[in-house]
T-cell receptor
Framework: DGGITQSPKYLFRKEGQNVTLSCEQN?????MYWYRQDPGQGLRLIYYSQIVNDFQKGDIAEGYSVSREKKESFPLTVTSAQKNPTAFYLCASSSIAGPTDTQYFGPGTRLTVL | DAKTTQPNSMESNEEEPVHLPCNHS???????IHWYRQLPSQGPEYVIHGLTSNVNNRMASLAIAEDRKSSTLILHRATLRDAAVYYC?????????????FGSGTQLTVLP
């Protein structure tokens, strides 16, 4: 089945540690996105990528880093510089990055910093 | 980007129609209106989108006001599985169209 997978579903991290969240898609989509969601809030864009080896910062990129070495994969690293990393992280992909595209979301990773 | 306003919450009875409103009074002529929904502890799911004309698909209908300053998502027969947060989103045909800008949405409760 085509879709987006994120792993792990739950992640616990000690303060001061970097952690990498995985996102893989087999939809052959060019564009991929990372969003963050805090309780009771909408989603906010962290990074997006329209093509391999290229990515752009979203609204809240500070403390995060990404890579796009393969079309299928867009991992997100939450660094120790991120002040408040506990949140629900969602990865999405779309065939194009434009006003009519449909974004397909993964199931999310819930990160808790202890 | 233009903003949207939605009620925080709505209730509906199972198997009855639901009309979810969205105001977007500052919409521009090239903004598309998208709706997504998010079930508890899941990623959002695309529902429908439109520009000027009303739209129908297997999940829902989208009714767009003639002046485009408001729209309504219509679920024709609500089921318990439709209980979710519904987001109304405007997407401009420009560089910022790459992202989905989510507000806080409408929490729909479906009563059995």
């Amino acid at each position: 089945d085509g879709g987006i997978t994120q792993s792990p579903k739950y992640l616990f991290r000690k303060e001061g540690q970097n952690v990498t969240l995985s996102c893989e898609q087999n939809l052959n989509h060019d564009a991929m996105y990372w969003y963050r969601q805090d309780p009771g809030q909408g989603l906010r864009l962290i990074y997006y990528s329209q093509i391999v080896n290229d990515f752009q910062k979203g609204d809240i990129a500070e403390g995060y880093s990404v890579s796009r070495e393969k079309k299928e994969s867009f991992p997100l690293t939450v660094t120790s510089a991120q002040k408040n990393p506990t949140a629900f992280y969602l990865c999405a992909s779309s065939s194009i990055a434009g006003p009519t595209d449909t974004q397909y979301f993964g199931p999310g990773t819930r990160l808790t910093v202890l | 980007d233009a903003k949207t306003t939605q009620p925080n919450s709505m209730e509906s009875n199972e198997e009855e129609p639901v009309h979810l409103p969205c105001n977007h009074s500052t919409i521009s002529g090239t903004d598309y209106i998208h709706w997504y929904r998010q079930l508890p502890s899941q990623g959002p799911e695309y529902v429908i989108h439109g520009l000027t004309s009303n739209v129908n698909n297997r999940m829902a209908s989208l009714a767009i006001a003639e002046d485009r300053k408001s729209s309504t998502l219509i679920l024709h027969r609500a089921t318990l599985r439709d209980a979710a947060v519904y987001y109304c989103i405007l997407r401009r045909n420009s560089g910022s169209a790459r992202q989905l800008t989510f507000g806080s949405g409408t929490q729909l409760t479906v009563l059995p």
